[in-house]
């Protein structure tokens, strides 16, 4: 039988990177070990398929009109700029799971304080099944993204902290979905969705991130138009299909989870953008000068987040607005 104890002191001393002041992409050459730290990122994009410097620059019919592929990577690029900050990197897909030999950033080290704040509901397990009198708390993914944001700081050169070197190999969990202006859909919403189930043992496996991301039509089959709180609706739906599916896969495995974090992205686009969402959790390992000075790495375990940045004397970020990066579910849209 398998038996193995999971020790998240252990897991970080062997997740610091190679490099100074950047986290790099786990599997890069020069790390302490083979550990890793999961991030967790949800970001939306926008772009006008006509920039709007070049139509005052030209005359009418001098003006440039972005193509699919040129729109879609002007929107993706934003997503990636925006909020937590994983700009110019090379992003390799991997499967959705964080398991033996990986931490979570603001959950196993530097906690973020308001984790479980805003308690969302109570997923149940299926009937008939042997945990089916099981249910487990979903709370707002939201305290584990700001995590993420205050360890890679923001787009703006003076305000990166530990982003991602530049030009690496990051792997990460990631799904995203994007307007195409050549479709039906012309107007509408781009949204991504991102749940963390944890394990209620932490020895028995692997933690578990789903991603969806999707385009929402503002057209109705009956011609009507989708208000806010339509799309509020749909979101809000999504999320629990989201969690059921958590559960499920739980089953297939034979395991439990003891509490699921998840939240939702949404950003507005009409006939003249392309807008696009992003779900991701990059798996990096930690820059060597995001560990406080003599400290060892293991010590992150007993700090919360506040801890850290005041012992390396990082500065607050400033709030972004909204109308840059999209609204953060659940809550009304703007």
């Not at 620059?57 to 972005?66: L, N």
């Not at 360890?151 to 991602?164: D, I, M, Q, S, V």
């Not at 749909?234 to 509490?259: A, F, P, S, W």
Request: hydrophobic share 35%; with cysteine.
């Amino acid at each position: 039988m398998q038996k193995y104890e999971y020790d998240p002191k252990w897991v970080i001393n062997n997740a610091i990177s190679s490099e100074r002041e950047f986290c790099t992409g786990y599997q890069n050459p020069g790390a302490s070990g083979n550990g890793y730290v999961t991030t967790i990122k949800l970001s939306t994009g926008l772009v006008d398929i006509t920039p709007w410097e070049k139509v005052q620059a030209m005359s009418e019919h001098e003006v440039i009109k972005f193509d699919r592929g040129c729109s879609n990577i002007v929107s993706y690029d934003r997503c990636e700029c925006n909020d937590a900050y994983i700009g110019a990197i090379n992003m390799l897909t991997a499967s959705s799971f964080s398991g033996l030999q990986g931490v979570i950033w603001g959950y196993d080290i530097a906690v973020v304080e308001n984790l479980r704040s805003r308690k969302l509901y109570d997923q149940k397990w299926p009937s008939g099944d042997p945990n089916s009198e099981y249910s487990t708390p979903v709370y707002s993914i939201e305290p584990l993204l700001n995590a993420t944001e205050r360890l890679f700081g923001h787009a703006e050169p003076g305000k990166r902290r530990f982003n991602p070197i530049p030009g690496s190999m990051v792997v990460c969990a990631n799904k995203s979905a994007t307007s195409d202006p050549s479709s039906d859909v012309k107007e509408g919403w781009a949204f991504s969705v991102i749940s963390l189930a944890i394990l209620e043992n932490r020895n028995s496996g692997s933690n578990l991130f789903i991603e969806d991301c999707d385009i929402i039509d503002i057209n109705n089959p009956d011609g009507t138009r989708k208000t806010k709180e339509d799309v509020k609706a749909m979101l809000d739906t999504t999320l629990r299909k989201v969690t059921e599916c958590t559960v499920l896969c739980g089953l297939d495995q034979h395991i439990k989870y003891k509490e699921i974090f998840i939240g939702y992205k949404v950003i507005k686009f009409n006939e003249k953008q392309v807008g696009c969402a992003l779900a991701c959790a990059p798996y990096v390992t930690l820059a060597r000068n995001a560990v406080p000075q003599g400290m060892k790495p293991s010590k992150l375990t007993d700090m919360n987040i506040s801890q850290w940045e005041n012992a390396l004397n990082l500065q607050p970020l400033e709030k972004i607005e909204k109308s840059k990066i999209g609204i953060l579910g659940m809550g009304v849209l703007d």
